[in-house]
Structures are given as C-alpha cells and as structure tokens.
C-alpha cells in the first residue's frame, strides 16, 4: 500500500498543503489564499483563526483530490513549515490570546535594544522584527495571566493537529533566542525579562511529537496513526525542497530579493551581515539576503516587458555595464551599509542592453554573496541550486554559470510545502 506524506506551508498570503509518496512523487496538492495581514505603520498583525481556516480547507481539498486507488488512511505523517519570527500568545490550551506579530512586524523597537544590551552579538533574536523582541513587546504591552505558550506560525498549527502546544522546532526558535549550537535556552535570557515558562521545547525538524488528535481524525477521516513531525521555517523548507543536501550544496533565491544559502559543516554567525545558520541535523544551512533583486527590476520594467526582452538577451556577450541594482538606498549583505546608493548609471539606450546589465549586476552580487560567506567560514559553492522566479529564467542562468564558474543545476521542485512534506517522511532524519 502506498504511503503519503503531508507537507503544509503556511506563510502570509495563503496555505499549501502537497502529498507525496515514498518516491517522493507529489500525489495531490492544494491552496488557499489568506487576507492580508492588518498593517499599523510598523505593527503588522493577523487573526491565527484565519491560518486554521485555510488549512482546513486546503485538506478537505486536497484529501477530496487524492487519486482513487489512494485513501486517507495511507496518511502517515505531517510536518508544518511557517514564516520564520511570526509569534502569537496562547492559553494551556493552545488557544491564542492576541492577534499574532507577523515575521514583519516592527514596532517593537525599544524591545531590540533592550535586547542588543544583553545578548551575544552572534544570537539570532537581535532586531525589532526578531520573535525575542516581540515576545517583550507582549510582556509590556499586554495582560499575560493567561498566557501559557509563545509559539511560531507552524507551532500553533502544529499543536492544532497533534493536541501538543508548547513545542517548537530548532530553525523557528533561533529569532526566539534559542541556541541551536550548544541546543539549549541561553543563560543570558534570564536578564531579558521575559517569563521563560513561556517558551517552547526545542526539537530537531523533523521529529515525531505524536499523533493527530481524534477530533482531527473524525474531521479529516485521518488514521489515528497518522504522525505529526515538527517542521522549519519556510526559507529553509524550500531549501530542502530543491533536493540539495551535501556540504558545499547552494541554493540561490531569485526571487524579490536576492538570498543565497550554503550547506556548511559547521555554523555561521555574523549579525553584522545579517548572516545566520540554521541547524539541519549536524550540518549547517548558512546565508544571507542583499536588497537586490527582482524588486529592482519590476521598479523599471513591467512583467511583460521582463518576458519580452529575455528573449532578446545575449548571455554570451557581457554589457560592460559596472551595476549594482538597488531598488533603494541601503544594502545589508554582502555589503552591511544602510545608506550604500544604488549603482544604475550610465543607462544605454536600448532597453534590452539596461536589463541584461541589471542581471549581470544581480549575478555579481551573488557571487560577493558566496565569496563572503567563503570568507566567514563556510564552503564556496561546489554546485547552486536556484528557487524564485529567476528560476525560469535560461538566459540569466547561462550569465551566472559563466560568472560564478559553478555549475547552476535544475530543481524540480522548490516549494516549501513539499521540502515540508519531505521532513515528513523523515528524509532529513
């Protein structure tokens, strides 16, 4: 009998739920959108009722779309994947007591400082829109005597399925203050001036925290054996949904923004770059996120436009042009310089020439990515996996194949829900 897996996404506009099998052949899959989160200036907030919703119906969906020689009870695990420092409040039993802090969310300003004071410059809470800072805001802000639990966006639904609140995973817990080297809470948390009982036990992705509960049984028709994995964020999930694996393995993100990761077998922690290391077992995820990207494109060009003129693009014959595409003022890696000025001059006269010069420009930030992240100790790409759009885009690979000199490979898959599904089925364990 064939068994599925279920991987759930869960991020800021919508909810994707895939299945897969022991080949890791996606079986079924579906969607549901999310209303935009409720935006305050720098206050960024969202009912979690909202996330359940989707991802009952996005289940209903795709449980009613499995191929008929499959059932619901061939089901036998589930892992979560959510935007990374997304937090929200709950009683013991798990139901939340504000609306949640989306992972954008940054009001909490004097909350950062207060923690730049006590934690180690290398920590993963620094920053108004970390989980740390968000939970003081909570502390100062709101009536806490209910309060029993501080989870992320995956946690809730998570113990949504399994009855199991008050659990975390390694990767979501780092903007908590969570130390994934020593795996541990960090001492220097108890000068924060937060109620430590809040926070969740810490697991490695992918490990079994039980079984769904019989009210999720009934609803779904879900065996009582189906088990329910923690998961990851969904950055890192869509990493591992590119298949890459191995020490020196790279996956680029060509999407709004520019963000390069590399599998390191050993952590990376530079704040000053912005650069982080998620755990993935006893190897290392490490990266960074410069402002570059397709923000800067779509800021000159439309979508159709993009499309009309790839066609038109010469990779074998480089522009010349010297860019460094910003879509505003301000670069945080590879260059950390909140006034850096973006580089855009001089503009030729034919279009085509401007927009093959902003990808190679792109590509040369991508490649000070990696050679920075060479510098800081982790291994410089022996191959790059590409996510995003860009991914789409065979011009652009040829130009950064002959820049980077690493073979670009294909990925058939980079969805985050799948990477999730994968964390289900143990692949990562």
Known sequence: MTELYLGIDIGTSGCRIIAIDNNGTIRAQSSRALPTPL??????????????????????????????????????????????????????RGHPLYPALMYHDA????????????????????????????????????????????????????GQLSGHFGVSDENNALKLGYDAVKREWPAWMDNIGINKKLLPEVL?????????????????????????????????????ATGAHAIGEAVTSLGSTLVIKVISPHPIFVPTYGVYSHRLGDLWLAGGASNSGGAVLLKYFTQD????????????????????????????????????????????????????????????????????????G???????????KGARNNAWKAIRE???????????QQ??????????????R
Not at 378 to 388: D, H, L, M, N, V
Not at 415 to 425: F, M, Q
Request: glycine content about 6%.
């Open 378 to 388: 982790a291994p410089y790409p022996a191959s790059i996996y590409t996510a995003g």
């Open 39 to 92: 935006r305050h200036g720098d206050a960024v907030e969202q009912n979690a009722h909202l996330w359940w919703s989707a991802v009952q119906d996005a289940l209903h969906d795709l449980l009613r779309s499995l191929p008929a020689e499959e059932t619901k009870q061939q089901i036998r695990a589930i892992a979560v994947d959510g935007t990374s420092a997304t937090l929200l409040l709950t009683d013991a």
């Open 204 to 240: 490695p992705p992918g490990t079994p925290i039980g079984t769904v509960t019989t009210q999720i049984q009934q609803e779904f028709g879900l065996s009582p054996e189906t088990r329910i994995i923690t998961g990851t964020t969904d950055s890192t999930a869509a990493f591992l």
């Open 305 to 376: 436009q993009l499309t009309a003129m790839t066609r038109q693009l010469q990779p074998a014959q480089a522009t010349g042009l010297d860019y460094y595409p910003l879509p505003a003022p301000g670069e945080r890696f590879p260059v950390y310089d909140p006034m850096f000025a973006p580089r855009l001059t001089p503009r030729p006269v034919e279009d085509v020439q401007f927009f093959q010069g902003m990808l190679e420009g792109i590509t040369r930030i991508e490649k000070q990515g990696y050679q920075r992240l060479a510098e800081l």
């Open 107 to 158: 009001r909490s300003t004097q909350e950062a400082r207060h923690v730049k004071n006590i934690a180690p410059p290398e920590s993963g809470a620094h920053g108004a829109t970390s989980a740390l800072a968000k939970l003081l805001h909570f502390h100062q802000q709101f009536d806490l005597t209910q309060a029993r639990h501080a989870l992320h966006q995956a946690d809730w639904i998570m």
């Open 415 to 428: 969805d985050a829900a799948y990477g999730a599904a994968l964390l289900a089925k143990g692949v990562f």
């Open 402 to 412: 002959q820049m980077l000199n690493v073979p670009i490979c294909n990925t058939e």
